[in-house]
Each structure stands twice: as C-alpha cells, then as structure tokens.
C-alpha cells in the first residue's frame, strides 16, 4: 500500500531545531523569553501594520482573550459566522454569553455581510445589542471584509477575525488578522504553520496586549505576594515551542506559494469534470494563502457525489474531509439563534476538503489525479 496522503500535515522549514536549541543553551524553558519575543516581532512585522501580537497557547484561548477585552459577559450575544470550527465559538460558551450565527454568502463561502446586517438590525430592535462579531476567513480565503468593518463601525460593534487559517492571506493588499479591533492566528498541527500547538492574539493596542498578557498569565496584581483582583488563566505559550514558530515564520511565504499551487494543480485536474466547482478568489482584490483547496460536487452533474468521492480516496490512502458543518446544525449550539438562507447548509452538503499541504510532491498529486480521473469516468 502507498503511504497516506494526509490533509495537512506540519512542515518544518530546518531551521525550528537550532531556534528550541537556543532555549535549551540558555535555559529559557518557560512561558516567556528570547523565542518568545522574537516571534511575536516575526509576526508583527510580517502583518505590516501596528498591530501587537501576544503569543499564547493555542488559537481558541487567543478567541476566548479577545471576548474578554471586548467585554462580553453572562448572558451577551455575541455574532458568530455559522459555517467554522466549533472553536471560533466555543469560547462565548466559556464567558456564559450567547451565540447568535450567521449564514456565509457564495462568493468566499464567509459571513454574509447582509445577514450580519439583518441580524444586528433585529437584536437591536429586540434591546439587545451584540458585543462582539466573530468572522472567520475560511480555508484561507478572505471574507468580505470591506463590508463587515463597515457594519461592525456603523453599530459600533467590536469585530474580532479569526484568521486561523488564514495567515499570509490578504484582501486588497492588507493582511488578514489585521482588519478587526482584535485578529487571532492558531499554530496548531494542521495550519499553514505550526508549532505543534499554540496561537496568537493581535491587538490594536499595546495596552490591549498588556492586559491581555495580564490574563494569560493568572491575572498576577503587582505585588510580592501572589494576589488576585481578577479572575485568570495559563494561556502562554512555551519558550522552547516559539522556537517552532520562529522555524516557521522563515518559510511562511514559500509555504503558502506552495499551497497556491496545490490550488492551481487541482483548478487544472478539474477543469474538464463536469459538475465539480475548485474554490478560488473571486475576484483579483482577494490573496488567500489555500490553506485547503475545497471542492464542491453537484451530484445531478457529475457522476459521483462528494461522501462516494471521499470513500473512493479513502480507499486508495488518501485523506479528504467534509467541510466544516454549520454551527447552526450542531446539536450543541441547534439552539441558538440564525440568521441567513442555509447558503452554508448547501456549501456543506456539496463541498469536500482536498489534500493541501505544502509538503504534497509531485508524486503525490500524480497518485491524487490518476484516482480522481478514474472516479469521475
Ligand atoms: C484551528 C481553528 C481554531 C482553533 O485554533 P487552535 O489553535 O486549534 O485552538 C479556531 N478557528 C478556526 C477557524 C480554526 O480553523
């Protein structure tokens, strides 16, 4: 049997183990320190704007800090897209507030800037006014985002961009991550860099970035003694695992390039398949890094569906995976509010995730195609 082709797995640049080394050499094996900092610089500099960027343990407590800084409390709603991780709202459950979820629109597959709108309209009229609105940038593409800062501003509602997948996209030249009043970044296995496991929060201010540092390290008040005014957490991240990040930063551009390409090899293997639709950007304003390239399956067109073309690579050793199912349909969050026209359920039913690591060869997209041709004949 071939070896398997994996959906997305890590891949080191080289230089990761000489930066934990470093930390090794000098002791640094705690939550702060040279590693640390430098790649939070890293980071800073490569969004180009002023942004402050905290390191902290994974992309959900980075999402889980932001609502913090934005207030939310017990019994807030707080906007989120519908069609995402469950982590982009799991952390509104930590805080004891309320998700209230919006449908994506067809263009990007992201929040529907009307939706958005209809919703915050309704809440308002019903007394209570959103704290904070959750867009996420899906599979790296950029969502509309000219539109939701636009709405966001126009009710003076905190936006917060999960740009989990999406570092080293970009809407009009300028990063995503760097759109919201707060961006977060995750580092988990699976993203387009990793440190094994860790995020980032990004920050308007540098004040933002001091209190939520404050947090993510017990809520520690100045003092000799250990003393609380507030409730805190252990969100940092490691020394030693910054020196992954650090790695990482140094191949970032090559990596999604890479994965662009992916994108451009699965445009080409589909484009005389009838009935299969190869996400893009549509239009030339939008850059997205394809962290995963997606496809979606018009069964009454092609002669297969997306579930039997995911059996098929399956059998042959090589993983796919449904797009992420709506928030809105999950038995855990089914009974919070929604609002849209079930774009995302459609999106959903048709769509399947390709393999798109930046470490896919030649090899491997020559097995991919040999078995996508002859499942679609
Ligand atoms: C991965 C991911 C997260 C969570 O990041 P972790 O670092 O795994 O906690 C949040 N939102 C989206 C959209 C993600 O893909």
Same mark, same amino acid.
């Given at each position: 049997m071939n070896s398997k082709i994996l959906l997305s797995p890590p891949h080191m640049g080289g230089n990761e183990l000489n930066f934990i080394n470093s930390a090794f050499e000098s002791n640094w094996i705690v939550p702060m320190g040279p590693n640390i900092d430098a790649f939070e610089t890293d980071l800073e500099k490569y969004i180009q704007e002023d942004k402050n960027v905290l390191s902290v343990s994974s992309g959900t407590a980075a999402i889980h800090l932001a609502l913090i800084l934005s207030d939310v409390r017990s019994n807030d709603e707080v906007i989120c897209q #519908?069609?995402?991780?469950s982590a982009s709202a799991n952390p509104i459950i930590y805080l004891g507030a309320k998700p209230v979820f919006i449908d994506s629109e067809t263009d990007t597959w992201n929040m529907c800037p009307n939706a958005l709108e209809n919703c915050i309209k309704d809440r308002i009229k019903n007394g209570v006014k959103p704290k904070a609105i959750i867009v996420v940038n899906l599979y790296g593409m950029p969502a509309k985002m000219d539109s939701i800062v636009t709405i966001s501003k126009r009710y003076n509602i905190i936006l917060i961009e999960d740009s989990a997948e999406s570092l080293g996209s970009s809407l009009n030249n300028k990063k995503c991550g760097t759109f919201g009043d707060f961006g977060i970044f995750s580092f988990n296995g699976n993203k387009i860099i990793t440190t094994s496991g860790g995020g980032a929060l990004v920050c308007s201010t540098s004040h933002q970035k001091e209190k939520a540092l404050f947090l993510a390290t017990?809520?520690?008040?100045?003092?000799?003694?250990?003393?609380? #005014?507030e409730i805190g957490y252990n969100y940092r991240m490691s020394n030693v695992i910054a020196g992954i990040g650090r790695g990482q930063m140094q191949v970032l551009d090559k990596h999604v390039n890479l994965r662009r390409e992916n994108n451009n090899f699965y445009q080409s293997l589909f484009k005389n398949i009838k009935g299969v639709f190869v996400q893009k950007e549509f239009s030339e304003n939008y850059y997205s890094n394809h962290w995963l390239t997606c496809i979606l399956i018009d069964d009454k067109k092609s002669s297969i569906s997306n579930e039997e073309l995911r059996l098929i690579l399956i059998e042959n050793n090589i993983e796919s995976r449904p797009l992420w199912k709506p928030l809105h349909l999950q038995p855990v969050f089914r009974k919070y509010k929604y609002f849209g026209d079930n774009i995302s359920e459609q999106l959903f039913n048709k769509g399947l995730c390709l393999p798109s690591g930046s470490s896919l060869n030649s090899q491997d997209k020559n097995r991919i195609s040999k078995i996508i041709i002859d499942a679609f004949k």
């Open positions: #519908s069609m995402t991780f017990q809520a520690k008040d100045t003092a000799p003694h250990y003393q609380h #005014s």
